[in-house]
Structure formats: structure tokens, C-alpha cells
């Protein structure tokens, strides 16, 4: 059963990671971000104080926990206005997906440098054909002897020009079927035949976007992750970290709107009085906390039955916990704006940029509309449109 009170090691946690993100704070990323440049001094400190790597078997560098404490350091630096998106790619996603499926040689080469921060993994499904539909990927990987060929494309791609290696998903045929099953395969930034194109993005984040071409990429045996006929199995043991993931990242950022909206509301005063005094403003306020800390209480118990190995049962929460998540998020950044009305559109209050990353949590990694669908035919048992 999901625990509803932190253990004490959460707690600490928590506020650990909150006093590092303090240290930071929202001006540091916003510099960042104008300069063009990376978080690389935020990562570094992260990753020397064992946050990157909290979710890794000891045994490799890690902590030795989970998702359910990854989501808690990737919240509480949102809640303090420099969340590290890269959090949800590297360690949770391939991170995840290596200790749990990879071999020893590449459990040893690449999760102690994802651990430490040395280390950056990238991860490819997304395609623009495609979306996120592993039933509807292109890129291929033929073999070559006792290599791998893969060409396809992706779009859309987090962090590739930081990343030592890029995770792509890529379908291969099936030797009784011949039917494509998805699979697996670390493919170094290096590669020959592995191009990428920065993305121009009108949203504003020190993770770059980008689009990947890759071109008959020669690929060595022990480059595929896993097994290569249970390849669904291990993607989606990525997919639902990932959505846990960026439910802890909108629930940070919208607790970071919101302190700021309600700090404003208690000193600014017309009519000889707060507003948020006012219930006009006080309320919405209210509801937004309440929305986020059941968001909250959703994203813990998918963590919990991830790490607890029910993947199915963390399949439903996760992706509830993703929704519930993301509008919570949209709504208390809106309304954070609207208290501080101009304020919350000029450059000190720091707002302003919020409201389109915040959609961002209802867009990727994947929508809610296809979160509405999933739990219409998963939970609801209801017949499918498409």
C-alpha cells in the first residue's frame, strides 16, 4: 500500500535538494538560458551530492533508490525555479532502462557516469511521423552480419548535443513473423552516419531540441539493449519513469508560480488591505495548492509501484499522474500571472516565461488526449476510435 506520509529520508531528501536548488534559484537558469548556455555547474553540484544517481543500484554509483526519490529531487529544484529537464531523460529514463535490462559490460560503462554527471545519455523515440507510437516507428535496424544497421528519424530530441550517446528506438523485424517489434540501442553521438539538426524553439529552455538522421548507422552486436523479443517490455519500462518524471517537474514549477504568487498577494496592498485578503484571489490560490498537492499524492503512489516492479499498476497511475499534473501546473502558473497582473509579465518577477513552459507538461511526452484515450480503454474498458 502506498505510503501517504513521507518516510523521514524523503523528507530530508527533500529538503536537501530544496537548499541546493536555493542556491541556484530561477535567476541562474534564466541566465542560462539568455547566454545560450547548459546548466553545467547545477549538474555537476547535483550529480557530486549523488541526486542525478539517486534511483541506481549502489553497485554501479547510484543511491540505491528509485523513481519515487528521482521525482522528489527533480520537484523540489522545480519548486526552487531550476528544474533539470535532463533529469527525466538521462538517469530516469536510460538510466532505468540499463540497470534493469542492460548487460554487465553496459550497466559498467555507462550508469557510474550517469550517476556522478560525467556522463549524459540522450533518449530517441519520438518521430514526425509517428509521435511517441511504437506501433508506428520507422527507423528500422537491419542486421549486418553480426552488426547492426539502423536509419530512421526522430524529432524533438532533449539534450543531444550534451549527450555522449543517444537510447533510439527502432523497430526490427521479427525472425518467425517478420512482423517489426520495437528494440533498443545505444548509439554513441559520434556514430558515422548519425547527423542532428538543432530545432529553432520559440519556447526558451537550456535543453535544445533536436532532429536526428541516421543514415545506415554501423552499430556493434552489443550495442542493443536488453532482449531483442522483449523490446516493448523494456521501452515501456522507460515510458512510465518518464511521465512520473514530468509530473514531478510540473508539480515543481507550478509550486514555484504559486509561492511567488502568494508572496505577492500577502505585501501587495490597494484599498488599504492585501489582495489576498481577498477571496477573488485568495481562492484560485487555494485551489491551485490543492490541485498540485493531489497531483502530488498521485505521482508518489505511481512511483511507488514502479519501484514496488508493478508496471502495469504504475502504467495507469503514471499516466493519471502525468495529466492530473500537467493541468494543475497550466493553472497555477495562469493564475500566478494573473495575481501580479503587469507584474507577472515583466522580466523581474520571472513568470511570464512560465506560461508556455508550462504547456509543455500537458504536450510531452505525450498529450492528454492520448492519456484520455488510455484510460478510457485500459481502465474504463471502453472500445477504441483508432
Request: hydrophobic fraction near 45%; charge should be negative; proline fraction near 3%.
Given at each position: 500500500?502506498t505510503?501517504?506520509i513521507?518516510?523521514d529520508?524523503?523528507?530530508a531528501?527533500?529538503a536537501?535538494?530544496?537548499?541546493?536548488?536555493?542556491?541556484y534559484?530561477?535567476e541562474?537558469?534564466?541566465?542560462?538560458?539568455?547566454e545560450?548556455?547548459?546548466?553545467?555547474?547545477?549538474?555537476?553540484?547535483?550529480?557530486?551530492?549523488g541526486y542525478?544517481?539517486?534511483?541506481?543500484?549502489?553497485?554501479?554509483g547510484g543511491?540505491?533508490?528509485?523513481?519515487?526519490e528521482?521525482?522528489?529531487?527533480l520537484?523540489?529544484?522545480?519548486a526552487?525555479?531550476?528544474?533539470?529537464?535532463?533529469?527525466?531523460?538521462?538517469?530516469?529514463?536510460?538510466?532505468?532502462?540499463?540497470?534493469?535490462?542492460?548487460?554487465?559490460e553496459?550497466?559498467?560503462?555507462w550508469?557510474p557516469g550517469?550517476?556522478?554527471?560525467?556522463?549524459?545519455?540522450?533518449?530517441?523515440?519520438t518521430?514526425p511521423?509517428a509521435?511517441?507510437?511504437?506501433?508506428?516507428?520507422?527507423?528500422?535496424?537491419?542486421r549486418?552480419?553480426?552488426?547492426?544497421l539502423?536509419?530512421?528519424?526522430?524529432?524533438?530530441?532533449?539534450?543531444?548535443?550534451?549527450?555522449?550517446?543517444?537510447l533510439?528506438?527502432?523497430r526490427?523485424?521479427?525472425?518467425?513473423?517478420g512482423n517489426?517489434?520495437?528494440c533498443l540501442?545505444?548509439v554513441?553521438?559520434?556514430?558515422?552516419?548519425?547527423?542532428?539538426?538543432?530545432i529553432?524553439?520559440?519556447?526558451?529552455?537550456?535543453?535544445?531540441?533536436?532532429?536526428?538522421v541516421?543514415?545506415d548507422?554501423r552499430?556493434?552486436?552489443?550495442?542493443?539493449?536488453?532482449?531483442?523479443?522483449?523490446?516493448?517490455l523494456?521501452l515501456?519500462?522507460?515510458?512510465?519513469?518518464?511521465?512520473?518524471?514530468?509530473?514531478?517537474?510540473?508539480?515543481?514549477m507550478?509550486?514555484?508560480?504559486?509561492?511567488?504568487?502568494?508572496?505577492?498577494?500577502?505585501?501587495?496592498?490597494?484599498?488599504?488591505?492585501p489582495?489576498?485578503?481577498h477571496?477573488?484571489?485568495?481562492?484560485?490560490?487555494?485551489?491551485?495548492?490543492i490541485?498540485l498537492?493531489?497531483?502530488?499524492?498521485?505521482?508518489?503512489?505511481?512511483a511507488?509501484?514502479?519501484?514496488?516492479?508493478?508496471d502495469?499498476?504504475?502504467?495507469e497511475?503514471?499516466?493519471?499522474?502525468k495529466?492530473?499534473?500537467g493541468?494543475?501546473?497550466?493553472k497555477?502558473?495562469?493564475?500566478?500571472?494573473?495575481?501580479?497582473g503587469?507584474?507577472?509579465?515583466?522580466?523581474?518577477?520571472?513568470?511570464?516565461?512560465?506560461?508556455?513552459?508550462?504547456?509543455?507538461?500537458r504536450?510531452a511526452p505525450?498529450?492528454r488526449?492520448?492519456?484520455?484515450?488510455?484510460?478510457?480503454?485500459?481502465?474504463?474498458g471502453?472500445?477504441?476510435?483508432?
Open positions: 500500500m505510503a501517504l513521507e518516510s529520508e524523503h523528507k531528501l527533500r536537501a535538494v530544496g537548499a541546493l536548488g536555493r542556491r534559484g530561477r541562474y537558469i534564466t541566465r542560462i538560458v539568455a545560450g548556455a547548459h546548466p553545467e555547474e547545477l549538474w555537476a553540484d547535483a550529480g557530486k551530492l542525478l544517481g539517486v534511483n541506481l543500484p549502489e553497485e554501479y543511491g540505491g533508490g528509485g523513481i519515487a528521482l521525482s522528489i529531487v520537484e523540489e529544484l522545480g526552487a525555479g531550476c528544474p533539470l529537464l535532463m533529469l527525466v531523460v538521462s538517469p530516469a529514463i536510460c538510466g532505468t532502462v540499463i540497470a534493469r535490462f542492460g548487460t554487465e553496459q550497466k559498467r560503462q550508469l550517469i550517476a556522478d554527471g560525467s556522463r549524459t545519455m540522450a533518449f530517441g523515440i518521430e511521423d509521435g511517441s507510437n511504437s506501433h508506428r516507428i520507422t527507423t528500422t535496424a537491419r549486418d552480419g553480426a552488426d547492426w539502423l536509419t530512421g528519424r526522430k524529432v524533438f530530441i532533449s539534450g543531444v548535443d550534451i549527450a555522449d550517446a543517444v533510439i528506438v527502432g526490427t523485424a521479427d525472425a518467425r513473423t517489426l517489434k520495437p540501442f545505444i554513441p553521438r559520434d556514430a558515422e552516419g548519425f547527423t542532428r539538426r538543432p529553432d524553439m520559440e519556447l526558451k529552455a537550456a535543453e535544445k531540441q533536436f532532429e536526428l541516421l543514415d548507422v552499430l556493434p552486436a552489443d550495442a542493443l539493449v536488453g532482449d531483442e523479443d522483449a523490446g516493448l523494456q515501456f519500462a522507460g515510458l512510465n519513469p518518464e511521465r512520473v518524471m514530468t509530473a514531478a517537474f510540473a508539480i515543481g507550478g509550486r514555484y508560480a504559486l509561492a511567488k504568487a502568494v508572496e505577492y498577494a500577502r505585501e501587495r496592498s490597494v484599498w488599504k488591505t489582495i489576498g485578503a477571496q477573488a484571489i485568495a481562492h484560485p490560490l487555494a485551489q491551485a495548492h490541485d498537492e493531489l497531483a502530488r499524492l498521485m505521482t508518489q503512489k505511481a511507488h509501484l514502479y519501484d514496488a516492479g508493478d502495469t499498476g504504475a502504467g497511475a503514471a499516466n493519471m499522474a495529466y492530473a499534473a493541468e494543475a501546473c497550466v497555477a502558473v495562469d493564475q500566478a500571472v494573473h495575481t501580479l503587469g507584474n507577472g509579465l515583466t522580466n523581474e518577477f520571472g513568470l511570464a516565461s512560465l506560461i508556455t513552459a508550462a504547456r509543455v507538461a504536450i505525450v498529450s488526449e492520448m492519456i484520455l484515450n488510455y484510460v478510457s480503454h485500459q481502465t474504463l471502453l472500445p477504441k476510435s483508432y
